[in-house]
């Protein structure tokens, strides 16, 4: 047996929802470039396209938002759970807990049921984001506030988060930001939620798996971290001594790095692009100038080695200059990743096969067992 660790180019499943070309920089879910969905879909359209297969029609794409603006409220007993976090807590702690809380609410089991699978996924599309939404307000000693039906997803989120109904651009470049964090096929989150969907439980227990392997710094983590990093270094002109030596103390460069990808991550670029028009509108991030630095300094030490910006360098900047705070980062990478988890959710179950790998045993083998007083060190 050959061990592979971290399962690095190991095919466990076949899925038909995203396919990333490393070398090339490509990505596309379904078939369409990720560029292309950024400019002309919403987040809902290519979460319709990513859980159900194809585009919708326009009733088709009707009757989702309509559904999911139906869903968008939280019940009273998830809110006063939710009060009773603690206000130090992390918000994607928060939301794990909450999203696992809604296999309390919605039980039945029904995952061979079509009507079940879509109010799963209505609901988890329409809650998620009401949650995190919550959660800021109870932190600061408030009352959550309601989703405002006339206002559409990306738009009623940022409401619901600032208590302001949010600049048109805002809007419009978080919603193309939730379209590009929606999918990324086996990356560790995803990976999380296809082994807890193969035990056929429900799909919160599902989504909840997802997001606690999301929050760490590896994955979803890191762009929490590129904003500490840039904030290190202070000034573009420390960029490149700050990258040499985090590089000869084999430290890892935060938003840097891909398993898949060994050129720029083509939603970087998209990011910086985002970043770009926020502050030809509102003003620029003083933050941005240390990115470039960094980004322009790592490209001769880092990139022969094949590692460039990932999806979380640029990220960071986008949301600060939404007035977003730093630790809701991660969660706004799960609301949108929650349509990619659903995708991958109903992939599985449509060809299931519990997940169970093997390992290569190293331990002891048939020790004798000793009573407490004849054990060394008593
Ligand atoms: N800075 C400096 N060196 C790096 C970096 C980096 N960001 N990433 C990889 N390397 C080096 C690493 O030190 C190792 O060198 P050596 O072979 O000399 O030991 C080599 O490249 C391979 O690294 P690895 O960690 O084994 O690669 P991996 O494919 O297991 O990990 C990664 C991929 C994303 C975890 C890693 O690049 C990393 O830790 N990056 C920083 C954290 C980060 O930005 N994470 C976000 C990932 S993208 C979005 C997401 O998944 O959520």
């Not at 159900?52 to 139906?70: H, I, T, Y």
Request: with cysteine.
């Amino acid at each position: 047996m050959v061990l592979k660790p971290g399962l690095e180019g190991v095919p466990v499943t076949q899925s038909s929802i995203c396919d990333i070309d490393g070398i090339k920089g490509e990505l596309r879910y379904r078939g369409y470039p990720i560029a292309e969905l950024a400019s002309k879909s919403s987040f809902l359209e290519t979460a319709y396209l990513l859980i159900w297969g194809n585009l919708p029609s326009s009733q088709e794409l009707r009757d989702f938002e309509n559904a999911v603006q139906m869903h968008r409220r939280l019940s009273f007993r998830v809110r006063d759970m939710m009060k009773c976090f603690p206000a130090t807590g992390h918000p994607m702690d928060a939301l794990q807990s909450s999203a696992a809380s809604l296999g309390l609410f919605y039980s039945r089991r029904a995952i061979d049921n079509p009507e079940y699978i879509y109010d799963a996924v209505v609901r988890l599309i329409a809650k998620i984001p009401t949650m995190v939404a919550a959660f800021q307000l109870i932190r600061k000693g408030q009352d959550p506030i309601q989703p405002r039906d006339d206002l559409p997803y990306s738009a009623n989120f940022l409401y619901m988060l600032t208590e302001r109904e949010p600049d048109p651009l805002a809007a419009r470049v978080l919603d193309r930001c939730l379209i590009l964090h929606a999918e990324h096929s086996l990356n560790a989150s995803t990976f999380s939620a296809r082994v807890t969907a193969s035990t056929l439980t429900d799909p919160y227990a599902v989504i909840a798996s997802a997001v606690g392997t999301l929050a760490g710094p590896l994955h979803g983590g890191a762009n929490e971290d590129v904003i500490a990093m840039l904030e290190t270094i202070g000034t573009p002109d420390k960029a490149n001594n700050y990258l040499n030596n985090a590089i000869a103390q084999k430290s890892k460069i935060m938003g840097f790095g891909h398993r898949e990808y060994k050129v720029k991550d083509p939603r970087a670029s998209l990011l910086q692009e985002f970043a770009e028009d926020l502050f030809a509108r509102f003003g620029k991030d003083e933050m941005y100038e240390v990115a470039k630095a960094v980004e322009q300094n790592a490209g001769p030490l880092l990139g022969p080695r094949g590692i460039y910006p990932n999806v979380d360098f640029y990220s960071g900047l986008v949301y600060r200059k939404l007035g977003i705070p730093r630790d809701l980062f991660t969660p706004i990478f799960a609301i949108s990743r929650v349509a990619g988890w659903l995708a991958h959710w109903r992939e599985q179950l449509s060809a299931n096969r519990i997940f169970r790998p093997t390992q290569i045993y190293t331990g002891e083998k048939n020790r004798t067992w000793k009573a407490l007083e004849e054990r060394a060190n008593n």
